[in-house]
Nanobody, 122 residues
Framework: QVQLVESGGGLVQAGGSLRLSCVAS????????MGWYRQAPGKQRDLVAD???????NYADSVKGRFTISRDNAKNTVYLQMNSLKPEDTAVYYC????????????????WGQGTQVTVSS
């Protein structure tokens, strides 16, 4: 079964930095786009950034210039470098990946990580 495992969350002061990692494992034929989403208590889950296999990127306006998404296709890993963190960045961050299984190699399905907590103090 495909799994996405996130790491790198934690507590940081405003203005600080964190680097999130997400590794996809299991029976995988191919990974298309990967991304990061976040959800604060009582809020909806919103896109933070995503990246295609060809490394085209897309960012939420609230994080442009502060966050950088990248990936290592050989390691099935996506990263989110978060700089100049603000208290409003506090949320659970979820990894997302569109993955094709060997048996259905032309069809990509969404997979989600368990989430990692990011807390930014004032």
């Amino acid at each position: 079964q495909v799994q996405l495992v996130e790491s790198g969350g934690g507590l940081v002061q405003a203005g600080g930095s964190l680097r999130l990692s997400c590794v996809a494992s299991g029976s995988i034929f191919s990974i298309n786009a990967m991304g990061w989403y976040r959800q604060a208590p009582g809020k909806q889950r919103d896109l933070v950034a995503d990246i295609t296999r060809g490394t085209n990127t897309n960012y939420a306006d609230s994080v442009k210039g502060r966050f950088t998404i990248s990936r290592d296709n050989a390691k099935n890993t996506v990263y989110l470098q978060m700089n100049s963190l603000k208290p409003e960045d506090t949320a659970v961050y979820y990894c997302n990946a569109k993955i094709a299984l060997p048996s259905t190699y032309l069809r990509f399905y969404d997979y989600w990580g368990q989430g990692t907590q990011v807390t930014v103090s004032s």
